[in-house]
């Protein structure tokens, strides 16, 4: 799995989105509810992000609606 930007991560009852990712650091937002995306950001290098994401699952984005796609 290649990281991305925007990517949300699940670790326990947190939520991890990448909010900038640079070729050695990795600028993330530590969040307790998608909904209110409320949240401290922090900074990390890639390897210690990587170490932290250890046993977390990727949030898949929501699919878009494709009956939503054609009213527009």
């Not at 990517?7 to 993330?28: D, S």
Request: aromatic letters at 6%.
């Amino acid at each position: 799995m290649r990281l991305q930007q925007n990517q949300v991560w699940k670790k326990g009852k947190e939520y991890l989105r990448i909010v900038r990712l640079e070729r050695f650091e990795v600028a993330y937002k530590q969040m307790s509810d998608l909904e209110t995306k409320e949240g401290a950001h922090h900074v990390l290098t890639k390897k210690e992000f990587c170490r932290l994401l250890h046993g977390a699952k990727l949030v898949e984005p929501p699919a878009p609606d494709p009956e939503a796609a054609e009213t527009e």
